[in-house]
């Protein structure tokens, strides 16, 4: 971009300079017209011997032709070329005191002429080929030349350093930016250089360390799913050895069989769980959607919870109100999302405490669903992570029972793709309160 502006500069300049050569060409010959115009006269103008024909000798030496014009004998025939620039200008019909300051053509060839009226009808003109201003301007040329080709070159140098300058910290951000593509995390590119590198090695920076983060949330996440199928797998891979070998007969055969069902059952939720947690982002998962009254699918979940609450000795609670409250949902994702919030909230619920299933109308147009637990409840700073995958298992594992981790996730996920909002925070029963606002209808 230097070298260009520097040639445009040039090619300006050159321009420039040649406008400027024959101005001053144009200059030098008006005054001297000024000058002979004050020492001649008409009967000067007639005799070669006197007043403008002794300077006509004088300025020849100059390539300035002098012509001269008087009534009845014309332009005196002194140069063809110059006689005919000199009435091309308009010399014919110049009066006392008239001024002619022009540039002419003849012939393909550019002449200044600068022409003085110094009687009736009298006068004389000054022509002057424009070669002579190429030949005044040929020193301004090379000049230039030699500027343009000093500024490219100091230029092309600064260019040099600049680009160097520029792309060592430009090429440490590209090596770290390979090693991390090759899985290196540890990597940091340093913060120097212009602002705007400055700025790209602080976003890599930013990036690395947010995929080490995310990374490292990954593999606590894959860990604790790992627990979670270890677990049941192991009672299913036991007493299907025990029922093998012979070991367990009779009634006990018939126990191992309702530990491998449901184990089994336990773990094709969690894989439906985490199919549907990844097909959420996808454009393929499928939603049922159809006016659906709330009520009954609350009333539904309530008969299946109420028994489950009794046999852990928690109490259970349905609030609903008097009449039906109609959303355009899908009921069995609304299902889904109640039965993981309630299961959630019974794995810490101890007995004795209440689980709260409620159906309401925050506002006219919305719906409100809330699990509500007297568990023990997260701290404050958990209720803004809690829908993060890993994130609850991760702080609370072997403090309380926790589950795989992906069910809050996979419940915010189905919400979100129905339209809602699910929130969490602090519930008058002790524990955690689980809110799903839907729009209604």
């Not at 002194?78 to 002619?100: E, Y």
């Not at 367990?248 to 947690?277: F, M, N, P, W, Y």
């Not at 959303?327 to 709260?356: C, F, H, K, M, W």
């Amino acid at each position: 971009m230097a070298g260009i502006a520097v040639l445009v500069a040039g090619v300006v300049a050159a321009g420039l300079a040649r406008q400027s050569a024959q101005n001053v060409l144009q200059d030098s010959l008006a005054a001297q017209a000024d000058v002979l115009a004050s020492q001649v006269d008409e009967r000067g103008l007639g005799s070669r011997a006197a007043g403008l024909g002794r300077a006509a000798e004088v300025v020849r030496g100059q390539d300035i032709v002098v012509v001269i014009h008087v009534p009845r004998r014309g332009i005196q025939p002194v140069d063809q070329r110059a006689a005919q620039a000199a009435t091309t200008a308009g010399m014919t019909t110049i009066t006392t005191g008239q001024t002619i300051s022009t540039k002419t053509t003849v012939n393909g060839q550019d002449y200044l002429v600068e022409a003085r009226g110094v009687g009736r009808n009298s006068g004389f003109a000054l022509v002057a080929p424009v070669r002579m201003a190429a030949e005044t301007q040929r020193l301004l040329v090379r000049n230039i030349l030699f500027a343009v080709g000093t500024g490219l070159l100091v230029a092309a140098l600064a260019g040099a350093v600049l680009g160097r300058l520029l792309s060592r910290p430009l090429r440490r951000t590209a090596d770290v930016a390979t090693a991390m593509r090759q899985g290196r995390r540890d990597l940091r590119v340093p913060v120097e250089g212009p602002a705007e590198v400055a700025e790209v090695a602080e976003a890599v920076n930013e990036l690395a360390t947010a995929l080490q983060a995310s990374e490292a949330r990954q593999r606590d996440f894959l860990l604790s799913v790992s627990h979670e199928l270890r677990t049941p797998l192991t009672a299913v891979h036991g007493f299907a050895e025990s029922l093998a070998d012979g070991v367990v007969i009779g009634t006990e055969a018939q126990h191992a069989g309702q530990v491998i069902q449901r184990e089994s059952i336990r773990l094709e939720r969690l894989v439906s769980d985490l199919l549907d947690l990844a097909r959420l982002g996808a454009d393929e998962f499928r939603l049922d959607l159809a006016r659906v009254d709330l009520g009954e699918t609350v009333r539904s979940c309530a008969e299946v919870w109420r028994v489950r609450c009794e046999r852990q000795g928690v109490r259970f609670q349905l609030e609903e109100p008097a009449g039906p409250i109609w959303a355009t949902t899908d009921a069995r994702r609304i299902r889904q999302v109640l039965d993981g919030l309630a299961e959630n909230a019974l794995r810490v619920t101890p007995a004795g405490s209440r689980l709260t299933l409620t159906l309401g109308r925050p506002g006219p147009d919305l719906a409100m669903l809330q699990v509500r637990d007297g568990g023990p409840g997260l701290a404050p700073e958990d209720y803004q992570v809690a829908f993060e995958r890993g994130v609850l298992n991760q702080k609370y594992r072997g403090r309380r029972p926790v589950g795989s981790g992906i069910g809050l996730a996979l419940c915010h996920g189905l919400v979100s793709r129905l339209g809602g909002t699910l929130t969490a925070g602090p519930a008058p029963e002790g524990g955690a309160a689980f809110t799903i606002v839907l729009p209604a209808t």
